[in-house]
């Protein structure tokens, strides 16, 4: 079992920067995808950024393109997701997943996820 724990939600200007961070336990990731999602209210779960654990490819939705960036810290075992240049059209519960397997942003192709932590920008 792969458990996820996001922190780093909060409310930020327009304009300004928030980073998350997912905290990853319970296996060796190797082989693993991590991928951050995000969901506003009435709206259905999309794809942000993935990255490959086990090396440094990285895949980005257009809207998180030129303002997010996704990395890992092997030694910490955790998975940021930076984010400048925020707009009121970022603000959602922003979550954590895994997959074993390839890069891809279908939201349906990984198994574990995190509790979400919120992120509310103030226009």
């Known amino acids: 079992q792969v458990q996820l724990v996001e922190s780093g939600g909060g409310l930020v200007q327009a304009g300004g920067s928030l980073r998350l961070s997912c905290a990853v336990s319970g296996r060796t990731f190797s082989s693993y995808t991590m991928g951050w999602f995000r969901q506003a209210p009435g709206k259905e779960r999309e794809f942000v950024a993935a990255?490959?654990?086990?090396?440094?490819?990285?895949y980005y939705a257009d809207s998180a393109k030129g303002r997010f960036t996704i990395s890992r810290d092997d030694a910490k075992n955790t998975v940021a997701l930076q984010m400048n240049s925020l707009k009121p059209e970022d603000t959602a519960v922003y979550y954590c997943?895994?997959?074993?397997?390839?890069?891809?942003?279908?939201?349906?192709?990984?198994?574990?996820w995190g509790q979400g932590t919120q992120v509310t920008v103030s226009s």
């Open positions: 990255i490959r654990w086990s090396s440094t490819s990285t």
């Open positions: 997943a895994a997959r074993e397997g390839p890069l891809t942003s279908g939201r349906t192709r990984y198994d574990y």
